[in-house]
């Protein structure tokens, strides 16, 4: 292609953005990065009894993170001069007209300007789609403005379009009905038509429309989440798109050297989070150490990071935490469902009868309390036998697992994981010794002990 592509973003700040709202501008911005173009960012604010400023302040901190920069950016409520014009000289030249008329729900206003529609055929070829053909007589004189300060929406994309010189319109399927009447205006105003590209609609996994409960959340809430950006730009360029052979880990430079919109398929595209979530780990999983470390330490509450033991085990605690979460959100919900402070906080008193009721630190057939304190009773001494330096997984593994053999894995590994981690699901038992070290894992078990006899 010769001709410079530019292209256009065009969304209205009238939500947060969503998956298929920055899936348009993620394609938008593939396709022009790779043809070496320019990208428009253009904010769409002509209904002002929907717009907010904190949508358009969402959509320009969402696409700035994602690295979806623009080359240009314009706001349609600063440019209601330029359109006016445009309506003066349609109407000068009969394409369109003032009509008086009754509009109940306009308030007061007694005339709209209308298009004077010639009434053809407007066939035009979509990039994505083919041939398309209609006939515009259906549409009659359609509306373009309210006013002359109030043009609507068919006829600011036009001659935003014009004026911006964009040669690539890409956006989403919903707006292929809207297309003829935008060629008509083309027409008239002398403008070229821009090649169409129309996006198909993106889908929840049950192919049905996406919502909150589905895994449509904006852009703003995944980030708040935890998940990463090259992740999220790799996921959402992939829902309607492929490179054309299995590959799925593609970063920014990859999906610019392979975007093509052959590639975009017809049929509508599936958002899912399951597939989000499991690309979001494979990429922490190719994080430099010291950065996911990072990651989950800004995420730990005050509470474990000023405990004691926190410098000390940290270092045993973090490849736990990286392992159980694809997500860096997760810490945060790993810790207030009090999956994480057992590694660093010794129960009260008081909590330890909570935590470690007897009914749960019992397991097995004709399992008493009492069976099981003997059982905790003979782990501490086995335990007090391994010398402070070999206490580490394997050290008490090797001492502790004869007799947890000898008298039934469950009896004698149950109690002593629950007597140290308090939790139905958590590390096994010597994993935590490890963790917990000598004295404290004694004392725990020590606590449990005292609890099933009393
Ligand atoms: N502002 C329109 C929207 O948010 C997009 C217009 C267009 O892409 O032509 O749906």
Not at 261 to 279: M, N, P, S, T, Y
Request: net charge negative; aromatic share 10%; hydrophobic share 35%.
């Amino acid at each position: 292609m010769s001709q410079k592509i530019i292209t256009r973003f065009a969304p209205s700040p009238t939500g947060f953005l969503h998956a298929g709202a920055y899936r348009t501008a993620v394609f938008s911005y593939l396709f022009t990065k790779h043809h070496n173009g320019s990208f428009v960012l253009r904010i769409e604010d002509t209904d002002t009894a929907r717009n907010k400023k904190e949508y358009e302040d969402d959509i320009l901190d969402s696409l700035q993170w994602l690295g979806i920069h623009h080359d240009e950016f314009f706001r349609q409520s600063e440019r209601k001069e330029i359109y006016k014009k445009y309506i003066e000289t349609m109407i000068e030249k009969g394409f369109a007209y003032v009509s008086k008329e009754e509009i109940k729900k306009e308030g007061d206003r007694d005339s709209v300007i209308r298009f004077k529609n010639p009434n053809k055929k407007v066939s035009f070829h979509d990039l994505i789609r083919g041939d398309i053909e209609f006939d515009t007589t259906d549409l009659g004189d359609f509306i373009i403005a309210k006013d002359f300060d109030e043009p609507i929406f068919h006829l600011v994309v036009v001659i935003d379009d014009f004026e911006m010189g964009i040669t690539h319109v890409i956006r989403g399927e919903d707006h292929i009905s809207n297309t003829p009447r935008q060629i008509l205006i083309q027409q008239a105003i002398g403008a070229p038509t821009p090649a169409y590209a129309h996006i198909p609609l993106v889908l929840a996994t049950d192919r049905t429309k996406l919502s909150k409960r589905k895994g449509a959340l904006s852009l703003t809430e995944y980030r708040r989440r935890g998940y990463l950006k090259q992740a999220i730009l790799n996921y959402i360029a992939m829902v309607g798109w492929n490179p054309g052979d299995d590959k799925e880990i593609l970063s920014e430079t990859d999906l610019i050297n392979l975007f093509s919109l052959e590639r975009v398929q017809k049929g509508a595209a599936i958002f899912d989070e399951v597939k989000l979530k499991w690309l979001n780990k494979e990429y922490i999983k190719k994080m430099p150490e010291e950065e996911w470390k990072q990651e989950i330490l800004k995420r730990l509450p005050e509470e474990i990071l000023e405990c004691s033991s926190f410098e000390e085990r940290k270092e045993k605690v973090f490849p736990i935490i990286f392992d159980r979460i694809s997500i860096f959100g997760e810490v945060e919900e790993m810790s207030e469902q009090g999956e994480l402070s057992y590694f660093f906080i010794t129960p009260t008193e008081l909590e330890t009868r909570d935590i470690l009721p007897p009914e749960k630190l019992r397991k097995g057939k004709d399992v008493t309390s009492t069976s099981t304190a003997n059982i905790l009773t003979k782990v501490i001494e086995l335990l007090e036998s391994i010398p402070e330096t070999s206490f580490t997984k394997e050290g008490t593994r090797e001492i502790v697992f004869p007799y947890a053999d000898e008298q039934g894995r469950g009896i004698v590994l149950w109690p002593m994981r629950y007597a140290l981690s308090g939790r139905e699901k958590s590390p096994d038992p010597f994993e935590l010794c490890d963790i917990l070290g000598k004295n404290e894992t004694i004392f725990r078990i020590k606590k449990a002990i005292e609890v099933l006899t009393q």
